[in-house]
């Protein structure tokens, strides 16, 4: 284990996630009696992990007293089971209140990811119906949607998404390695300013459990996408009233910027848009500094 990993293992926990007794790997920062005003829950993406926020959390910590952070089941220091578990954005939501629920957080400012906007907007949904627990007393305060393919339409997947996808995305397996992964990371980056080193550290938790072996199970929650959509998720947006920013990297080259602009026209027209000049997909590793920027702009 490097030492970077073996760091920031050492500051957080584990609890246990539903009957079948998964480790999710937990970690609060700050003060853990700080208002609800000055909580931020973070939701990372795909295939990441909570470290993807280690160069911002610092920097975040300046506009908020108390971060909570986790890796969902299939990624990071939490398991990767490979049965017992489906993988779906609506299993992964409840993850999530898992460990809201373990803090005592009982409301918050929210912002994600990748993977994790679809998540989120899972809670929105939640939020919208009425069916959000009864411990969550003081509500969600705003939700900031960074970079993620919220609108499948508009999304340019690799490749390997698409083959990790199909029926033989289990092929993959065995020529998964860091110089494919590398190849992707860039590729879906859309510029230059993300490190080796960046990608090695996502590698290295990736290989975690073989969960480089395993991507066949975890991108599965792009179908939940194709299902929930246009028929929940994004309906969800447009009615709730809950301040929503959408702040967007421009050289995204998965999740387009058009996508940032779509999401501001035709669905929630009541939110922030900030575009994050020469930023791309995976912005909060390769520029630190400039996506904190924009991102605490709107708190």
Not at 78 to 95: F, G, I, R, V
Not at 107 to 125: K, N, P, R
Not at 141 to 149: A, E, R, Y
Not at 253 to 271: D, I, T, Y
């Amino acid at each position: 284990m490097s030492p970077e990993l073996a760091k920031w293992k050492e500051t957080g926990e584990y609890i246990h996630y539903g009957p079948f007794r998964h480790k999710l790997f937990v970690k609060q920062l700050g003060k853990a009696n700080a208002t609800v005003e000055k909580t931020l829950l973070l939701l990372h993406g795909f295939p990441e992990s909570s470290y993807s926020y280690h160069a911002v959390v610092e920097g975040l910590l300046q506009h908020f007293d108390r971060i909570i952070l986790f890796d969902m089941l299939g990624y990071g220091l939490s398991d990767k089971p490979e049965q017992n578990y489906s993988y779906s954005l609506l299993e992964q939501a409840e993850t999530v209140f898992e460990v809201w629920k373990h803090f005592g957080i009982k409301g918050g400012h929210l912002l994600s990811h990748d993977m994790g906007d679809s998540v989120a907007t899972e809670i929105v949904a939640r939020h919208e119906n009425g069916l959000m627990p009864a411990w969550f007393t003081e509500g969600l305060k705003s939700l900031t949607f960074t970079n993620g393919s919220m609108v499948l339409d508009l999304a340019s997947l690799r490749i390997t998404q698409k083959i990790l996808l199909s029926k033989y995305g289990y092929l993959l397996n065995s020529v998964n390695n860091i110089r494919l992964f590398e190849h992707q990371v860039r590729s879906a980056h859309g510029n230059q300013n993300l490190s080796s080193e960046e990608i090695r550290l996502l590698w290295e938790f990736n290989t975690l459990q073989d969960g480089h072996k395993k991507a066949h199970l975890t991108i599965q929650y792009l179908n939940d996408r194709k299902k929930f959509e246009k028929t929940r998720w994004l309906p969800a947006l447009g009615q709730t009233q809950l301040p929503i920013h959408i702040c967007w990297g421009n050289e995204d080259a998965v999740a387009r910027v058009a996508m940032a602009h779509h999401l501001k026209e035709k669905v929630c027209q009541h939110a922030t848009l900030t575009i994050m000049e020469g930023l791309g997909h995976f912005c909060q590793l390769g520029s630190p500094q400039k996506w904190v920027q924009y991102v605490s702009a709107f708190y």
